[in-house]
């Protein structure tokens, strides 16, 4: 008797929920529709301001970044940075359209003032330049180790080197390892100069790096 009866109140449940349910959406039938528009207005707003704002200024700054990019491939690169009046340079294009830019915007500007020797203002827009691409964010960190080496902040410098060093096993490590190496000597730590020499003998001998890395080697060793 009670089994049968089970089926019963299971019906009688759901007719009070979905009884329920109806006199929710009668008591609330203007705020729901208000909610409704409100919703369909900030999805239209989201689109219409991605579509006729967001989109035009990403392309605006794509133009201005080639101009840019050719001044800096030209080595130009007070006008890659500047401007000349005509095109904007990588700080403007950076100030008025953010991220916009893209993100080598930062890279750019930061390798600009390293050329034109503004080490602060190259650390400044470097370290703000992120990326998941390890090759280029090592070679931003070596530019920074560079800005550092050339501010005589050597313990700086050798950091950011040898941060680009472990980031990704590839012949630019060899590079970063030598700088990572002449910095130390500057500390005088010759030991630690040593290992990273070494260091390019065992793993790099096949770049640049490692073709001379024995004379250093051997300069450090005889002074022992």
Not at 28 to 34: D, M, P, S
Request: a negative charge; aromatic letters at 12%; charged letters at 25%.
């Amino acid at each position: 008797m009670a089994q049968n009866k089970q089926p019963e109140v299971q019906q009688e449940q759901v007719a009070t929920t979905v009884s329920g349910v109806e006199d929710f959406f009668k008591k609330n039938q203007k705020w729901i529709e208000w909610a409704l528009i409100a919703l369909v207005v900030i999805i239209f707003g989201i689109f219409a301001y991605n579509r006729w704002v967001v989109t035009p200024a990403r392309q605006e700054a794509q133009e201005q970044m080639y101009q840019a990019e050719q001044n800096f491939r030209n080595k130009d690169f007070e006008t890659a940075l500047n401007g000349d009046g005509n095109v904007l340079g990588f700080k403007d294009i950076i100030d008025n359209y953010g991220s916009r830019a893209g993100k080598s915007a930062k890279l750019y500007a930061g390798l600009c003032n390293l050329q034109l020797g503004n080490y602060e203002e190259a650390i400044s827009y470097l370290k703000g330049y992120k990326t998941k691409d390890k090759i280029m964010l090592g070679r931003a960190w070596c530019a920074m180790g560079d800005a550092y080496s050339n501010l005589q902040d050597y313990t700086n410098a050798l950091n950011w080197y040898k941060k680009a060093a472990a980031l990704e096993d590839n012949a630019y490590a060899a590079e970063y390892l030598f700088k990572a190496g002449l910095v130390s000597e500057e500390l005088g730590d010759k030991d630690g100069a040593l290992k990273l020499y070494k260091e390019i003998e065992t793993k790099y001998p096949q770049t640049v790096e490692g073709y001379d890395i024995q004379k250093y080697i051997s300069r450090i060793e005889n002074q022992k």
